[in-house]
């Protein structure tokens, strides 16, 4: 009986140390596969910051362009802009901020340069006069600009157009008729990262030399009118000069949201998307 005991101590002792040399060996083996993971032996890897986004806004020193100069440098853009004139004559502080050049969008040698190093295009450039005129400045010119900026790389394309207005269309033929080419060219060249904004009348403080023009006296009060008068704007023929104004502010907020946000829908959109898109928060 005793013998038993003691065998069965034996038996107790060594697999004691079994367990035990098991263990110390187990933990052996996890220091061993912890050592790599040491945070002291770690190295410090200097990543460079994201390169900054720069935009090129066409027709910069306008009314519509230089309110999206001024949103885009708030969004710690690096912004250019070019026109034939060059420089704004705004004396605001921001617009010292601005890159300023200077050329004809029907000579490329004169503004390729302007889009080095450029991301992305936002185009305000359009104007009134015959219907040869209008064609010319509203269609051929941005239609030169869409495919210079396309074969030069430029990521994203955004084009300020203009909303139907049914029966002001035939008066304005060559104006509409240009606009429509545009959007044509940009959609063909772009067809994952154009976007075309159709805004109606666009109101805000306008300067016309020394003067300051506010708009939104009577642009603010249709906005919120018209607004509510969506159904009227299907009406044939007259329907479209029921569309609502649009603050200056928001046409530009959108447009440079437009052309920097990857996932912003390519196409068109009309004045009640700009109205809803300028109302969000962007990212």
């Known amino acids: ?21 098991n263990v110390r060996f187990l933990a052996t083996e996890s220091n061993k596969i912890d050592e790599p993971f040491k945070v002291e032996e770690a190295e410090t890897v200097n990543t460079p910051p994201p ?23 708030d969004r710690g853009l690096t912004v250019a802009s070019l026109s ?21 969008l ?13 991301t992305s ?15 010319k400045i509203n269609g051929t010119a941005n239609m030169n600009a869409i495919r210079v900026a396309s074969e030069e790389g430029v990521k994203r394309f955004v084009y300020i157009s203009a909303a139907d207005f049914g029966v ?27 976007i075309i904004l159709r805004p ?29 008068a969506k159904p009227l704007s299907q009406i044939p023929l007259i329907g479209p000069l029921f569309t609502p104004p649009v603050n200056v502010t928001a046409v530009a907020r959108v447009a440079v949201r437009a052309a920097t946000d990857p996932v912003f829908p390519p196409g068109v959109i009309d004045v009640h998307g700009i109205l809803r898109y300028s109302q969000q928060r962007s990212v």
Not at 56 to 64: D, I, K, Q, S, Y
Not at 121 to 135: D, Q, T
Request: glycine share 12%; aromatic share 10%.
């Open 51 to 73: 390169p900054t986004e720069k935009l090129l806004v066409l027709g910069g020193n306008g009314f519509v362009g230089s309110h999206i100069c001024k949103e885009a440098l």
């Open 84 to 104: 034939r004139t060059g420089r704004s004559s705004i004396q605001d502080s921001w617009a010292d901020s601005v890159i300023w050049h200077q050329g004809n």
């Open 106 to 118: 029907f000579s490329t040698d004169s503004w390729k340069d302007a889009l080095k190093g450029v």
């Open 1 to 21: 009986m005793s013998r038993l005991i003691q065998a069965r101590l034996s038996l107790s002792r060594f697999s004691s140390v079994a367990s035990s040399r």
């Open 200 to 228: 109606g009348f666009i109101y805000g403080t306008r300067r016309v030399g020394s003067m300051k023009l506010p708009l939104g006296v009577v642009g603010s009060p249709l906005e919120v009118i018209l607004q509510r």
């Open 168 to 194: 002001v269309n035939y008066v304005l033929q060559g104006y509409y008729e240009g606009k429509r080419a545009a959007e044509t060219e940009l959609l063909t060249r772009y067809p994952y990262g154009g």
């Open 121 to 135: 295009v936002i185009s305000c450039v359009g104007g009134f006069g015959s219907n040869s005129h209008m064609y």
